[in-house]
T-cell receptor
């Protein structure tokens, strides 16, 4: 079973920041938080990952709380092309090998 | 650089038939994982291969099998197809089979069983 809880759906106005929350209250010390998104009819696209520090790349920022029990993915200026299902995944990287456990994700709709 | 490529993109089969799906990883990646995504759900892990050896297996019947070749490409085989095998089959590659580097996905093969 997925170790994360996400809202089923969210709306965001085009040009505004999209803040997608994720709860992972049972996360253990060696588990990373990964974010992927899936646009209709395409494969999941890697966005960002982190362990305990906040991370930023050209796509998004990842904010992880100090207790690591929750995180937020931030798309700073959402566009219509950011409409997708966003998956938050926690993964223990040394013993679970290649296994990613996907939940239902959050369906983000960016509206004009 | 080319991403993960999968073939074919679409496939229609009938119940009881056999199917082979193919995946070429990103150049330099040595690990390939396979996932099944049924409509309306998140992808489910089927297999992981690293250096031609199976390193992980999900909760799928023995009708599902896979292998990895010396050039790190991979095949997923499904025998005795059932209607419930209709799904998007995704391949993901990563440099190693462990560690924190992310997996990168192809756009999948959409398999329809009639």
């Amino acid at each position: 079973d997925a170790k994360t809880t996400q809202p089923t759906s969210m709306d965001c106005a085009e040009g505004r920041a999209a803040n997608l929350p994720c709860n992972h209250s049972t996360i253990s010390g060696n588990e990373y938080v990964y974010w992927y998104r899936q646009i209709h009819s395409q494969g999941p696209q890697y966005i960002i990952h982190g362990l305990k520090n906040n991370e930023t790349n050209e796509m998004a920022s990842l904010i992880i709380t100090e207790d690591r029990k929750s995180s937020t993915l931030i798309l700073p200026h959402a566009t219509l092309r950011d409409t997708a299902v966003y998956y938050c995944i926690v993964r223990e990287t040394y013993n679970q090998g290649g296994k990613l456990i996907f939940g239902q994700g959050t369906e983000l709709s960016v509206k004009p | 650089d080319a991403g993960v490529t999968q073939s074919p993109t679409h496939l229609i089969k009938t119940r009881g038939q056999h199917v082979t799906l193919r995946c070429s990883p990103i150049s330099g990646h040595k690990s390939v994982s396979w996932y099944q995504q049924v409509l309306g759900q998140g992808p489910q892990f089927i297999f992981q291969y690293y250096e031609k050896e199976e390193r992980g297996r999900g909760n799928f019947p023995d009708r599902f099998s896979a292998r990895q070749f010396p050039n790190y490409s991979s095949e997923l085989n499904v025998n005795a197809l059932l209607l419930g095998d209709s799904a998007l089959y995704l391949c993901a590659s990563s440099w190693l089979g462990w560690g924190n580097q992310p997996q990168h996905f192809g756009d999948g093969t959409r398999l329809s069983i009639l």
